[in-house]
């Protein structure tokens, strides 16, 4: 990026005002909170059933996702994402606001070659109807099922997605699509200590047949799954050359398969 840019707001799992401030950079992705400095690396990430998180030592930084998603997107690979409080802010839920904010700022094209992750064969991660499937391939895409517990209402009934990445497709068909929910699961959600700062401006609140706020398309609550995983693959700090078959993912699921990679694969990060 050109200069920084800074985006304020509430968290949307511990509802509490925070900040981050993005630095232009040239040492690839890193995170400052508390005066240090904090490469993105897949040792220092996790995941709950809720959100991506990283920590080091003491030091948390929580919900990760959307942020990463929308510079994978947008494929910025150098950045110091400074953050004040220990969540990454919601804005509208989806990653629409940050693509936003960076295209104001513009970006610098940095005389450094990208870095890749190459598969040299397919790989896979299961867990009961969840999966992940990738296969070695000359660019990103991914054919992204939905099958949620429950049905969804015809509005974003659309359970079958192929994304094919470019920084325009993201753009236009990943970014705005926001966090959802089912309203029957808000009470269990906050009894979880979570969802403290949801509310009908970040997120898609769906309820038996419909949905309590307008949806912005008909793939909402799919697109947000590919977003997810966008984010969530990203924390292993390179760009992916694979085709991605995925299923009813989620982020304990998403960032196993990225320490799995990191572990079998990290050797093969080449530049191309």
């Not at 949905?211 to 912005?216: D, G, K, M, W």
Request: glycine share 6%.
């Amino acid at each position: 990026m050109k200069d920084k840019v800074k985006f304020e707001g509430i968290g949307i799992h511990f509802g509490k005002k925070t900040s981050v401030i993005l630095h232009p950079w040239n040492k690839g992705i890193a995170f400052y909170i508390n005066k240090e400095k904090i490469p993105l690396n897949p040792c220092t990430v996790g995941a709950s059933p809720g959100f991506t998180f990283l920590k080091k030592d003491n030091k948390v930084i929580y919900t990760l996702e959307h942020l990463l998603s929308a510079l994978h997107g947008l494929e910025i690979d150098n950045v110091l994402i400074e953050v004040i409080g220990n969540e990454i802010p919601s804005l509208d839920g989806s990653a629409k606001k940050f693509v936003e904010e960076f295209e104001k700022v513009g970006f610098e094209y940095l005389e450094k070659e990208k870095k890749y992750l190459t598969l040299k064969e397919e790989f896979e991660i299961c867990e009961k109807e969840s999966y992940i499937k990738l296969k070695p391939a000359s660019k990103f895409k991914i054919y992204y099922f939905l099958k949620p517990k429950r049905p969804l209402p015809k509005s974003v009934a659309q359970n079958y997605f192929t994304y094919e990445h470019s920084i325009e497709n993201f753009k236009t068909l990943i970014a705005p699509c926001r966090t959802f929910c089912f309203k029957e699961d808000i009470e269990k959600i906050q009894a979880m200590g979570l969802g403290k700062g949801g509310n009908l401006n970040n997120t898609l609140v769906i309820e038996k047949n419909n949905t309590l706020n307008p949806p912005r398309n008909s793939y909402e609550p799919l697109g947000h799954k590919i977003l997810d995983l966008m984010g969530d693959l990203y924390t292993l700090g390179h760009f992916i050359k694979a085709e991605i078959e995925a299923k009813n993912t989620y982020h304990i699921l998403n960032i196993s398969l990225v320490k799995k990679l990191y572990t079998f694969y990290f050797k093969e990060i080449v530049k191309k």
